[in-house]
């Protein structure tokens, strides 16, 4: 962490100036990014360990109280000191280093800090994680180039616009991550047992989660007006085309993340990382044609095809890797 960090904090500081052009946001700004996404980094350690654990009680007490405090410092900052969005980046950011801290006493107290360093864990983990480079790399393509090219391609009062749907889709993406996050541990622990029937069992839990999400989506695109009048203003409504599009981007990403835990059970995270990059481009290709023809839309259209290609590709290769019974499950009774 700390060598990655100082790394990616060189070249932002060292390239800040064409950067910034990139993505429309001051340098210093950018800088800051790095330091709290180290922050962020040290947190996501304490609540995998508790994660893993089974100790959901301190990983929501974490997560819940990190949400408040963030939504408490942002509103003082905009709302009463008017900083803009100045505040709302340095609320988040500044609560995440401040948590960060607390992250670090957490794992000082329960003894995960030690002078020694284990060559065969330090393997162990590189040759899990080098190989999901690319694979967030691509995630960030699909999750970030929408906006940069509207910046670019139109102008930041549009990126706006498009974020509103986004912060809204993205309340559905918050669900089901949680919903993984709580998934993963008992589906590692089931595997590991599980005879042919509780594989069916496992595949047609998926089904239902797959149709659940596709309701709550379809539910936010038919009442966006409404959402957006709510929740953004009525200046916002005009925005409500785009939010049927992003939230069934994020209803395609919760069904990747049902599929892709196989993936990550049988550690062939490489497969997982050459196809997240290639969607990453997809979606910055498709991206490119659909703003020129029809603005924040076209971003919108695109991300949702990018998540859904993610979605397809990993259950081929999930299959591939770790064979389960999704077309047999559908056909089985019951009993």
């Known amino acids: 962490l700390l060598l990655s960090t100082s790394f990616v904090f060189g070249v932002v500081f060292l390239f800040q100036l064409p950067l910034e052009r990139i993505a429309q946001i001051p340098g210093r700004w950018l800088i800051f990014t790095v330091l709290v996404s180290g922050a962020q980094f040290l947190i996501q350690m304490r609540l995998t360990l508790w994660q893993a654990a089974n100790q959901p009680v301190k990983y929501g007490l974490l997560r819940i109280g990190q949400s408040v405090v963030t939504a408490a410092m942002v509103l003082w900052l905009v709302k009463y000191l008017d900083m803009g969005w100045q505040g709302n980046v340095l609320g988040h950011g500044g609560v995440m280093l401040g948590f960060a801290l607390f992250a670090l006493l957490f794992l000082a107290g329960g003894g995960w800090f030690s002078g020694k360093c284990s060559k065969s864990y330090a393997k162990d983990a590189l040759q899990f994680g080098v190989p999901l480079i690319p694979h967030v790399i691509g995630g960030m393509l699909l999750a970030m180039i929408g906006r940069v090219m509207i910046a670019n391609m139109l102008n930041v009062e549009q990126v706006g616009i498009y974020m509103v749907s986004v912060q809204i889709g993205m309340a559905l993406g918050l669900l089901t991550d949680s919903f993984n996050k709580a998934y993963v541990p008992y589906l590692f622990r089931t ?32 009442f966006a007006p409404d959402i957006l009048g709510i929740v953004a203003g009525e ?27 196989y993936i990550f059970y049988e550690k062939k995270t490489a497969y997982l990382s ?56 559908l056909f089985y009774r019951m009993a």
């Open 235 to 261: 200046k916002f409504r005009a925005a409500s085309g785009t939010l049927i599009f992003i939230a069934t981007g994020y209803a395609f990403n919760g069904m990747y993340y049902m599929v892709t835990n």
């Open 191 to 222: 595997l590991k047992t599980v005879d042919s029937k509780g594989r069916r069992a496992l595949v047609r839990s998926t089904y239902l989660y797959i149709v659940i999400v596709t309701l709550i989506a379809t539910l936010v695109g038919q």
């Open 274 to 329: 050459g196809l997240t990059l290639g969607c990453g481009c997809f979606n910055a290709l498709i991206s490119y044609f659909l703003i020129a023809r029809l603005g924040v839309l076209g971003a919108a259209i695109g991300f949702m095809c990018a998540q859904a290609l993610l979605f397809a590709g990993t259950w081929i290769i999930a299959h591939r890797v770790h064979p389960m019974p999704w077309g047999k499950a």
